[in-house]
């Protein structure tokens, strides 16, 4: 089993390695691709150093499985090349995600439509995943009709150069700027670029992937997307509408028996999901679950998730490990 990560020295590249190093996968060689300016570095995987080698390089080394966390225009270009070799592309960017013709897979949940014939396959928005893990058990039971959520976006959602404002700010440095404005002791209404709607394409994102991951476009979703001051973990206040009424103790149940789920939810003992305790951790953390008194068949939960873990870097792995699993590279 031959791997590339195609984006190694990024973000979520080197969380790609901890991810597979941690999960044991099962790898007998891993190449480290990145820019031509990045090639040679060296990059410790299990103890080794790996050379960084190019995108043509690892093309012609034609490995069974390439993780892309390279950005969209890079998968555009490189990914049919991989494929074109007979590799399983899983990519982390919005490029393929909408495209009818490549599957949008969160493993929980629709794994099972994968075949060895998707040679690209699409890793959604981190901040759909975490919601669609907490929203897909419930709408096979009380079918969504209506989803209105905002979220509270780390920094490391945008990337290194983010965090690194972040953390200039703090210590009260001049340095480059990701954002329009200052992030530390802010909120910034604005997660990726305006579109013609009013709506960010991070907006969008939440709106569009859901309706094809449930494999429902009858789904109503409207969203608000916000960075704030944190360095990892994405959390979001969702309000969902059901077709059916629903028991809060069931939903409870329901969502503690769904894998990769954990239920933290005590007011008693005041126990809520925040980024603090997700941060490192692959599950996403469910709580504040109450029914919306202003309106029948409608609840509110509180989603909270490592946005470079199951965001990105642990769906992907998992998606090849499926894929590795059940004999479809």
Known sequence: ?????????????????????????????????????????????????????????????????????????????????????????????????????????????????????????????????QMVMALAPLHKKYKIKRIVVSTYQSVSGTGVKAVEQMENEILGKEGAMAYPYPIHKNAIPHCDVFEDNGYTKEEMKLVNETQKILSDNTIAVTATAVRIPTAGGHSESVNIEFENEFDES????????????????????????????????????????????????????WVVSDNLRKGAATNTVQIAEYLVKNDLV
């Not at 239920?263 to 692959?282: C, I």
Request: with cysteine; proline share 4%; charged share 25%.
């Open 250 to 301: 069931d939903v409870r149940q329901l969502l503690s028996e769904t894998d990769g789920i954990t239920l933290q939810d005590n007011l008693d003992t005041n126990v809520y999901p925040m980024p603090m305790f997700a941060h490192g951790k692959d599950d996403v953390f469910v709580g504040r679950i109450r029914r919306d008194n202003s309106q029948a068949n409608t609840i509110n939960m």
């Open 1 to 129: 089993m031959k791997v590339a990560i195609v984006g190694a020295t990024g973000l979520v590249g080197n969380v790609m390695l901890n991810v597979l190093e941690e999960r044991n996968f099962p790898l007998d060689e891993l190449l480290l691709v990145a820019s031509e300016r990045s090639v040679g570095k060296k990059i410790k995987f299990k103890g080794k150093d790996i050379a960084v080698i190019s995108i043509p390089s690892a093309i012609e080394a034609r490995p069974d499985i390439a993780l892309f966390s390279a950005g969209g225009s890079t998968s555009l270009e490189w990914a049919p090349k991989f494929a074109e070799v007979g590799t399983t592309v899983i990519d982390n960017s919005s490029a393929w995600r909408m495209d009818n013709s490549k599957k949008l897979v969160v493993p929980e949940i629709n794994a099972g439509e994968l075949s060895k014939s998707d040679k690209i396959i699409a890793n959604p928005n981190c901040s759909t995943i």
